[in-house]
């Protein structure tokens, strides 16, 4: 993924300050994140997420601004909504993320984490997210496939892991859909130099969902002791069937992002640092 902005996204970016003089015109804009629907950018202390789904990005507006208003947790809080360009801005928040870090401070981090999720529970039913029903079984026949794009690249003692976990069946998909981040993995949670938590990003897919998946990503980024200190404070029975769902979306998170980072190396070794630290723990639990 190039971070250099193209002719089209420069003069977007123009009329954005143009309209809305957020920063200097001799700033320069580069990019964060691409994906099939969006384009996040960076440009001086102003992050702008340009999207042509234009009621995901007023959803992401009012979550984030009643978020903001719920919890001390920082979350980027929306300065400009502008839906005849397409775009959200919002102030760039400080520190840098656990996935570039590789370290943390677990007490603070594990607090924050149960602070904004619990804010998220008690306002998202009324943030108008959509529900994700993507079934279990998908995501078990996403890991397989993930599994042969990958394999090339992994020792045999990891590739006999994961078949093992593969081998077993999908957990049967719940009713239970409760707000969550949906995507809360390393690259995501921003600490300082002392490792205390400094912003949660990227709301984008936030959804009512199964309430393992948050959990899972937590897994597999910080660790079992972490993720199950956090489902407790949120008041989450570890039952064996509990433990045993957010293992499997740690493994399933684990093998997608391995894939992601894949098709773009140069940009993404992040992901494969960090998906080599996690490896063991992720897996090596009984499967």
């Known amino acids: 993924m190039s971070t250099e902005v193209d002719t089209a996204e420069a003069e977007l970016l123009e009329r954005v300050n143009l309209r809305h003089g957020l920063w200097n015109r001799h700033d320069v804009p580069a990019v964060l994140a691409r994906s099939a629907d969006s384009t996040t950018f960076a440009v001086a202390s102003c992050v702008i997420r340009h999207s042509e789904d234009g009621e995901a990005l007023s959803r992401e507006t009012a979550l984030l601004g009643a978020l903001a208003r719920a919890t001390a ?7 400009v909504h502008d839906p005849g360009l397409g775009v959200l801005v919002s102030e760039r928040l400080p520190g840098a993320p656990i996935i570039r870090r590789g370290r943390w401070h677990s007490a603070s981090v594990e607090h924050a984490l149960v602070e904004v999720l619990a804010a998220l529970r008690r306002i998202g039913a009324s943030a108008g997210l959509p529900l994700d029903r993507y079934p279990d079984e998908g995501w078990h026949r996403e890991a397989v496939r993930g599994l ?7 020792r045999l003692e990891q590739i006999h892991l994961i078949e093992a ?12 859909a409760v707000p969550q981040h949906n995507d809360l993995g390393a690259e995501h949670i921003l600490v300082d130099d002392a490792g205390r938590v400094t912003g949660i990003i990227d709301w984008a897919d936030a959804a009512l969902t199964d309430p393992a ?8 980024d910080l660790g079992e002791d972490a993720a199950f200190r956090v489902a407790t404070g949120l008041g989450i029975a570890l039952t064996d069937e509990e433990v045993a769902r ?9 093998i997608e992002d391995v894939a992601y980072a894949l098709l773009d190396v140069p940009h993404r070794r992040g992901y494969l640092a960090n998906a080599e630290r996690t490896f063991r723990h992720t897996f090596s639990a009984s499967v």
């Open 213 to 220: 998946r948050d959990l899972g990503s937590l897994l597999r």
């Open 148 to 154: 042969r794009e990958i394999r090339s690249h992994l």
């Open 73 to 79: 947790v920082p979350v980027p809080v929306p300065l």
């Open 246 to 254: 957010i293992r499997f979306y740690a493994r399933c998170r684990w």
């Open 165 to 176: 976990f593969l081998a077993g069946s999908a957990p049967p998909t719940r009713k239970a």
